[in-house]
């Protein structure tokens, strides 16, 4: 999927948690995932898991994994 500036916005807008979710739940070979968009929101999803390390396993617990 194409990067526009307003999908960019919209994944930096959102919380780990939301990112982690849609990772998790998303459905499989959804366009956010592909191309350069796909590249961008793991990115911003990795950036995000790295600053809170501790926020990350909350999140994941939340979900029921961990």
């Known amino acids: 999927m194409e990067l526009t500036q307003e999908l960019k916005k919209k994944i ?4 780990h948690f939301l990112l982690l979710w849609q990772i998790r739940f998303g459905r499989a070979g959804a366009p956010i995932f592909q191309g350069e968009s796909g590249d961008y929101f793991m990115k911003t999803y ?20 961990g």
């Open 46 to 65: 990795a950036k995000k898991r790295d600053a809170n390390k501790e926020q990350a396993v909350i999140d994941s617990k939340k979900m029921g994994w």
């Open 12 to 15: 930096d807008n959102q919380s």
